[in-house]
């Protein structure tokens, strides 16, 4: 009974010590709680190999569950260490300090880790051992303290406690001030307006296929982020530097002032598996990248841009796909708005045929010129290809295989892309027989995807369907299947279909 006490008591006081400090992450307006920091720094250690095995099985779903991930081993931590509070009362304060000092160490270690998120660290250890003496006072089988309705009791009220406190914290939290006025900031924002309707032909509308245009809503978002960095247009800036005749240092304003150019860009994910949608497609406003390294100027030698996130993330680029004259942008608008926060408000950057790792830097505030010899990145420090330029790749849509089709004319249809180069035409087979040839939709230029559709005459049975793309150099795609590291994935897409 007692050793079922103890742990029962642990894991309380480990929720409670997680509810105190995020309701003092959002009472102090902490850009970071000590359990996002945490996370974060979970996620900058995690092997690269792990890292894409786990986008791989959870997708956008990572974040909560890596969040969640340190929450449960907190909460089974603090279960060992009221498992040891009685016998080894020693061992609970040292656990508990070895936990105070990792989370205080992985608070000063992000970008904007300040003293009060140490504070709030060290807090969450005081409560911890607070809730444990509280309710282990003595542990002595006749003491009266400790009897089991006092015990309850006392379990009771320390529950309703942690339970208000979460909840104020998630109020206060919910009207973070930081966000509230960077939200304020973005909706007041007048640039100019923009259409994002679709090009006349480019959307197939076809039953139970995706739009061409993909809506900021349904964007995919990957990137390490647990909390979305909180920026004040006002207040960002852009310091360009490094192998460069003149370095710079340009604002929002700056940016406005140049004037905003909108390209249909389709970016897509190194993680997307063949046939996957970790992929998108929309309007893009922004500075063009080439302009700006023009005036920069950059010296001889130089082969690489190292961008990097306000929250410390980095990225490297080659110069020659920001400089070769594609719709390379510092984007500030995303479907004819101001970027929303998630997707790197208030300026990101968009590199058509370049995968994202290497190219689409969110809430960019650095820019290095430099050789590639000379520094990893991010993702490149955990086994990711240097450049990452986008491969020739297409996905069924339609059918989804997921129900039987009637015997008779059926529409296969789908989405292809070959950013930089564009799509020359798309083929179909089934049960691996000739291929035969996709109508294509329209595109408004080689940087967006192409929806196409073929019309099948569907006989009973059970069938595979597949499709390959061919971009405009004339070069098919491959139809060897390789996983996504380190470069992105390959193979022909299929699906199976029974016709009834």
């Given at each position: 009974?007692?050793?079922?006490?103890?742990?029962?008591?642990?894991?309380?006081?480990?929720i409670?010590?997680?509810?105190?400090?995020?309701?003092?992450?959002?009472?102090?307006?902490?850009?970071?709680?000590?359990?996002?920091?945490?996370?974060?720094?979970?996620?900058?250690?995690?092997?690269?190999?792990?890292?894409?095995?786990?986008?791989g099985?959870?997708?956008?779903?990572?974040?909560?569950?890596?969040?969640?991930?340190?929450?449960?081993?907190?909460?089974?931590?603090?279960?060992?260490?009221g498992?040891?509070?009685?016998?080894?009362?020693?061992?609970?304060?040292?656990?508990?300090?070895?936990?105070?000092?990792?989370?205080?160490?992985?608070?000063?270690?992000?970008?904007?880790?300040?003293?009060?998120?140490?504070?709030?660290?060290?807090?969450?250890?005081?409560?911890?051992?607070?809730?444990?003496?509280?309710?282990?006072?003595?542990?002595?089988?006749?003491?009266?303290?400790?009897?089991?309705?006092?015990?309850?009791?006392t379990?009771?009220?320390?529950?309703?406690?942690?339970?208000?406190?979460?909840?104020?914290?998630?109020?206060?939290?919910?009207?973070?001030?930081?966000?509230?006025?960077?939200?304020?900031v973005?909706?007041?924002?007048?640039?100019?307006?923009?259409?994002?309707?679709?090009?006349?032909?480019?959307?197939?509308?076809?039953?139970?296929?995706?739009?061409?245009?993909?809506?900021?809503?349904?964007?995919?978002?990957?990137?390490?982020?647990?909390?979305?960095?909180?920026?004040?247009?006002?207040?960002?800036?852009?310091?360009?530097?490094?192998?460069?005749?003149n370095?710079?240092?340009?604002?929002?304003q700056?940016?406005?002032?140049?004037?905003?150019?909108?390209?249909?860009?389709?970016?897509c994910?190194?993680?997307?598996?063949?046939g996957?949608?970790?992929?998108?497609?929309?309007?893009?406003?922004?500075?063009?990248?080439?302009?700006?390294?023009?005036?920069?100027?950059?010296?001889?030698?130089?082969?690489?841009?190292?961008?990097?996130?306000?929250?410390?993330?980095?990225?490297g680029?080659?110069?020659?796909?920001?400089?070769?004259?594609?719709?390379?942008?510092?984007?500030?608008?995303?479907?004819?708005?101001?970027?929303?926060?998630?997707?790197?408000?208030?300026?990101?950057?968009?590199?058509?045929?370049?995968?994202?790792?290497?190219?689409?830097?969110?809430?960019?505030?650095?820019?290095?010129?430099?050789r590639?010899?000379?520094?990893?990145?991010?993702?490149?420090?955990?086994?990711?290809?240097?450049?990452?330029?986008?491969?020739?790749?297409?996905?069924i849509?339609?059918?989804?295989?997921?129900?039987?089709?009637?015997?008779?004319?059926?529409?296969?249809?789908?989405?292809?892309?070959?950013?930089?180069?564009?799509?020359?035409?798309?083929?179909?087979?089934?049960?691996?027989?000739?291929?035969?040839?996709?109508?294509?939709?329209?595109?408004?230029?080689?940087?967006?995807?192409v929806?196409?559709?073929?019309?099948?005459?569907?006989?009973?049975?059970?069938?595979?369907?597949?499709?390959?793309?061919?971009?405009?150099?004339?070069?098919?795609?491959?139809?060897?299947?390789?996983?996504?590291?380190?470069?992105?994935?390959?193979?022909?897409?299929?699906?199976?279909?029974?016709?009834?």
């Open positions: 009974m007692s050793s079922r006490r103890n742990t029962a008591s642990g894991v309380l006081a480990a409670a010590a997680i509810a105190a400090s995020e309701a003092l992450a959002a009472l102090l307006d902490l850009r970071e709680s000590p359990v996002l920091a945490v996370g974060q720094s979970v996620i900058r250690l995690t092997p690269g190999a792990l890292a894409e095995a786990i986008i099985v959870v997708g956008q779903a990572d974040k909560p569950l890596a969040i969640g991930g340190v929450v449960l081993a907190i909460v089974g931590l603090g279960a060992l260490v498992h040891w509070w009685s016998a080894h009362r020693l061992r609970s304060f040292l656990l508990v300090g070895v936990l105070v000092v990792l989370a205080s160490a992985a608070v000063l270690s992000r970008p904007y880790g300040t003293a009060a998120g140490v504070f709030a660290s060290v807090a969450a250890g005081v409560v911890v051992l607070g809730v444990l003496q509280l309710l282990l006072r003595d542990n002595s089988e006749d003491s009266a303290d400790l009897s089991r309705r006092s015990f309850l009791r379990f009771a009220v320390l529950t309703v406690a942690t339970v208000f406190i979460g909840a104020a914290g998630q109020v206060l939290a919910s009207r973070h001030r930081r966000r509230q006025a960077v939200e304020r973005r909706g007041s924002l007048r640039l100019p307006k923009r259409t994002s309707s679709a090009p006349a032909g480019a959307d197939l509308e076809i039953a139970g296929q995706g739009p061409w245009l993909t809506s900021n809503r349904d964007f995919y978002r990957i990137d390490t982020a647990l909390s979305p960095p909180l920026i004040d247009p006002s207040q960002w800036s852009l310091r360009i530097h490094g192998m460069v005749d370095e710079l240092t340009l604002t929002y700056d940016l406005l002032d140049r004037g905003l150019e909108d390209a249909w860009i389709t970016i994910c190194v993680s997307n598996p063949v996957g949608d970790l992929i998108g497609n929309t309007v893009w406003g922004g500075v063009r990248i080439d302009g700006i390294l023009e005036e920069a100027g950059i010296q001889a030698g130089a082969d690489a841009l190292l961008s990097t996130s306000d929250d410390g993330w980095t990225c680029t080659p110069l020659s796909a920001l400089t070769d004259g594609r719709n390379a942008l510092l984007a500030l608008t995303m479907n004819g708005e101001p970027l929303p926060i998630v997707h790197g408000f208030p300026v990101r950057q968009v590199v058509p045929g370049l995968y994202g790792y290497v190219s689409a830097t969110k809430w960019v505030v650095d820019w290095e010129v430099t590639f010899a000379d520094f990893e990145a991010y993702w490149t420090q955990r086994g990711w290809g240097e450049r990452g330029p986008v491969k020739t790749e297409s996905r849509d339609v059918p989804s295989g997921a129900q039987p089709i009637e015997t008779g004319t059926t529409t296969v249809a789908g989405v292809a892309w070959a950013q930089g180069v564009g799509i020359a035409g798309v083929e179909v087979r089934v049960d691996e027989g000739p291929w035969q040839k996709a109508t294509l939709g329209a595109v408004p230029n080689v940087d967006t995807w929806q196409w559709t073929y019309d099948w005459s569907a006989t009973p049975g059970d069938h595979t369907i597949e499709a390959r793309a061919t971009n405009a150099d004339g070069e098919p795609q491959t139809g060897v299947r390789a996983d996504v590291l380190p470069d992105g994935a390959t193979g022909y897409p299929g699906i199976s279909v029974t016709v009834a």
